[in-house]
């Protein structure tokens, strides 16, 4: 098991003012009475003094008045999260109100800015601090980070569904408050002001900043829409986004509202019920999350994973490169779904999958045993911007007018059956032989038992259906944050469970 203590802290530090109590204080005392030996508080706190926070220290430049100790600012932000209370104007009520929160923060009272400026402040802190809980639980024996697996669920953004605008919406908004900021430099009050708009001049100031964020992000948006396929392309007024938090994508959650969401991935460890990795995305599916979830995890554990069980929207072509990169075998079912169920109803063609492809002639075999001819080589773009390569090969006419499967083969036997390779058409093809084998069917099915539980213990108990500040880097904090205190409790639970096994006489 863990020691209590291995890390100890100083809060009392010269760079950060003391804390009003200590322990023989008889404020904290009375609260530390009043205590359960097990509470929740008191496994935040041992298990903080076991990381090394030598880089949040570092965060503070040293200058102006002496902070709050950011050992004990932690402690109180991990137990709030964990508690299901995730909005920092949360902690400065509880900070006062809380008798667990006070004993954790030993009787400071940091103001409502100073939460907010310390969330800001462990951004890319929470990955470090993942990383060290999983190595203490990998040098405990208590799981090899070996496997793991994979899934995303859209939460909310800290904007509103009803206050989308378009290019055109936004230039016109962006002038007139330009009007207004130049009558309040001038100490004018203006006539008129807009619903839409704040109003006060300090509100106008940080919404000017808003907005030309959301100007710079629309123009990414409408330069992306442009290098899309035509059939793929929406007419350019009909891009909006969110002038709240314009890096938010758009799509529909899981109530099928449309508004503006992110996409937070995790990584389950199949050994353990610790979180690996974790990442959040600004985009609305799955598709090409496999790679970023994936360096995550092998900067938090090392180059440890072997396998990860994923769904069918880790499946595409790039996903399993980026797996075979890192030397991860993926699992997961290949357009495996209703849809494609579906799909495959209602097609008028003998699948591309009955052609054997002839790894040595580099060239398919048709179901009637002839070799397809190389015909050129294409760059096409599929649903995204991202181009794919394709070869293509087809059988020559002759065959074809001639074949008794022509009318089930191709509507066109003069011209003959074309068949395209992607790629990654090779890791598509080996993903496809290994889910076959019934020991594959056997792994996935520890899939849903891992990764649905964490979905549904963030959600139900943690109150992580939308996230608390504004912009992509805010809700990567905030979900870094939910992973380590979840870890970090989960951690004290296994190191307990395995020091009362090993107590039990055989």
């Known amino acids: 098991m863990l020691s209590a203590r291995t890390l100890p802290t100083n809060p009392s530090s010269s760079r950060f003012a003391a804390p009003p109590w200590d322990h023989a204080s008889v404020p904290w005392q009375l609260l530390d009475h009043d205590l359960p030996a097990d509470h929740l508080a008191r496994v935040i706190d041992q298990a903080v003094d076991r990381l090394d926070l030598t880089d949040l220290v570092a965060a503070y430049a040293g200058r102006g008045s002496l902070p709050h100790p950011p050992a004990l600012l932690l402690k109180a932000v991990l137990y709030e999260l964990q508690s299901g209370r995730r909005r920092p104007a949360q902690w400065y009520r509880d900070a006062a109100e809380s008798g667990p929160l006070r004993w954790l923060l030993r009787g400071c009272r940091p103001s409502r800015s100073a939460w907010y400026a310390f969330r800001d402040r462990l951004h890319d802190l929470d990955a470090l601090f993942n990383s060290q809980v999983l190595q203490q639980a990998i040098a405990a024996g208590l799981t090899p980070a070996q496997r793991l697996a994979l899934d995303g669920t859209l939460v909310a953004a800290q904007a509103s569904r009803h206050r989308l605008v378009n290019e055109e919406t936004l230039q016109r908004r962006q002038a007139e408050l330009h009007q207004v900021r130049q009558a309040d430099a001038q100490g004018q009050a203006p006539a008129v002001v807009p619903g839409w708009m704040a109003p006060t001049p300090r509100g106008r100031c940080r919404q000017q900043t808003r907005y030309q964020q959301a100007a710079q992000r629309m123009e990414q948006l409408q330069s992306r829409n442009a290098r899309k396929r035509a059939s793929k392309r929406k007419a350019r007024d009909k891009i909006v986004l969110s002038p709240a938090d314009p890096e938010a994508a758009l799509g529909r959650d899981k109530h099928q509202v449309y508004r503006p969401l992110y996409n937070l991935q995790l990584a389950s460890d199949l050994d353990s019920p610790l979180v690996l990795g974790y990442q959040v995305l600004a985009q609305p599916n799955d598709?090409?999350?496999?790679?970023?979830?994936?360096?995550?995890?092998?900067?938090?554990?090392?180059?440890?994973?072997?396998?990860?069980?994923?769904?069918?929207?880790?499946?595409?072509?790039?996903?399993?490169?980026?797996?075979?990169?890192?030397?991860?075998?993926?699992?997961?079912?290949?357009?495996?779904?209703?849809?494609?169920?579906?799909?495959?109803?209602?097609?008028?063609?003998?699948?591309?999958?009955?052609?054997?492809?002839?790894?040595?002639?580099?060239?398919?075999?048709?179901?009637?045993?002839?070799?397809?001819?190389?015909?050129?080589?294409?760059?096409?773009?599929?649903?995204?911007?991202?181009?794919?390569?394709?070869?293509?090969?087809?059988?020559?006419?002759?065959?074809?007018?001639?074949?008794?499967?022509?009318?089930?083969?191709?509507?066109?036997?003069?011209?003959?059956?074309?068949?395209?390779?992607?790629?990654?058409?090779?890791?598509?093809?080996?993903?496809?032989?290994?889910?076959?084998?019934?020991?594959?069917?056997?792994?996935?099915?520890?899939?849903?038992?891992?990764?649905?539980?964490?979905?549904a213990d963030a959600k139900q108990h943690r109150q992580l259906r939308q996230f608390s500040g504004r912009g992509l880097q805010r809700a990567q904090t905030e979900a870094g944050l939910t992973v380590l205190a979840h870890n970090l409790v989960t951690l004290d639970r296994l190191c307990r469970a395995a020091a009362t096994l090993v107590s039990v006489p055989a």
């Not at 995890?297 to 790039?318: K, T």
């Not at 591309?352 to 398919?364: C, H």
Request: contains cysteine; glycine residues 8%.
């Open 287 to 455: 598709a090409g999350a496999l790679g970023p979830v994936l360096e995550r995890v092998r900067a938090a554990v090392g180059p440890r994973i072997q396998v990860a069980l994923a769904d069918a929207g880790y499946a595409g072509g790039a996903d399993l490169a980026a797996a075979d990169a890192a030397g991860v075998t993926v699992y997961a079912p290949w357009q495996s779904n209703d849809y494609s169920a579906a799909g495959e109803k209602n097609k008028t063609q003998i699948p591309k999958e009955q052609f054997v492809w002839l790894a040595a002639e580099q060239t398919y075999q048709c179901p009637q045993g002839h070799r397809l001819e190389f015909v050129g080589r294409s760059t096409q773009k599929r649903s995204g911007t991202e181009p794919v390569v394709l070869t293509q090969y087809r059988c020559p006419p002759q065959h074809c007018r001639s074949c008794p499967l022509r009318g089930d083969c191709t509507s066109n036997p003069e011209a003959g059956r074309t068949i395209s390779r992607g790629e990654h058409e090779a890791l598509i093809e080996a993903l496809r032989q290994r889910m076959a084998t019934e020991e594959a069917k056997a792994l996935y099915r520890l899939r849903r038992q891992r990764v649905e539980l964490r979905y």
